[in-house]
């Protein structure tokens, strides 16, 4: 049973371009969260997608946006890249609302040079 | 404002002994969720433990242990018999509702555990 899986695992990126993060749940979990990590820093909640709609949204700029596919999956797109947007982009699935257990992948290292 | 406090950013145990995690928090709900993570250095973060807030015992998931006492705010994460794997980030995190209908989890700044042989 795969867990969460998160692509891809490391990317270097130029201030001012766009990028695209993606992450496939765990089996069976219908929701996805998103948190940016950096360096030395607990995980900041971005937001958080059920149903193919975000339903949470933490504090960040519009320049943070996601998606949701029939088959749970998500994605994080990033514009406009800042030097302060290079972070650990961390992916949890949970099963339903309010669900305690939530199952984290591995990661995205994002640089922005 | 901050809501989840973790007082000891870096901390060493000696190999078998127990050591004692620190947290607090702070939320206006009465109905929210307390955890504590494990990330090691590959970045994967690990769930360890989980405690309600209308749970009257202390929860237990083998070694680890979360000591709650509610009217202090407070969850710290008790482990037991360390060993030298257990050196990693280990964050306290809490789920809220602020209100709406959903929940989202909220951590704190970590504590970075180092077990010494």
């Known amino acids: 049973d795969a867990g969460v899986t998160q692509s891809p695992t490391h990317l270097i990126k130029t201030r001012g ?16 969260s998103w948190y940016q990590q950096a360096l030395g820093q607990g995980p900041q909640f971005i ?4 149903e193919e709609e975000e339903r949470q949204r933490g504090n960040f700029p519009d320049r943070f946006s996601g998606h949701q596919f029939p088959n749970y999956s998500s994605e994080l797109n990033v514009n406009a890249l800042l030097l302060g947007d290079s972070a650990l982009y961390l992916c ?12 984290f992948g591995q990661g995205t290292r994002l640089t922005v040079v | 404002a901050q809501k989840i406090t973790q007082t000891q950013p870096g901390m060493f145990v000696q190999e078998k002994e127990a050591v004692t995690l620190d947290c607090t ?16 250095s590959s970045g994967e973060m690990i769930f360890l433990i989980y405690q309600g ?26 482990i037991s ?13 809490m789920r809220e509702s602020g209100g709406t209908s959903y929940d989202k989890v909220i951590f704190g700044p970590g504590t970075s555990l180092s077990v010494i042989p």
Do not use: I
């Open chain 1, 17 to 32: 371009q766009q990028v695209t993060l993606r992450c496939s749940p765990k089996s069976g979990h219908d929701t996805v």
């Open chain 1, 47 to 50: 937001f958080q997608y059920y």
């Open chain 1, 92 to 103: 949890a699935s949970s099963l339903g609302a309010g669900a305690f257990e939530a199952f």
């Open chain 2, 25 to 40: 928090y702070d939320t206006s709900d009465q109905s929210y969720g307390l955890f504590w993570y494990k990330q090691p």
């Open chain 2, 53 to 78: 807030s209308y749970d009257e015992q202390n929860a237990t998931e083998g070694r680890y242990s979360l000591n709650f006492q509610k009217a202090r705010k407070s969850a710290n994460l008790v």
């Open chain 2, 81 to 93: 018999a360390s060993q030298l794997g257990d050196s990693a980030m280990y964050f306290c995190a």
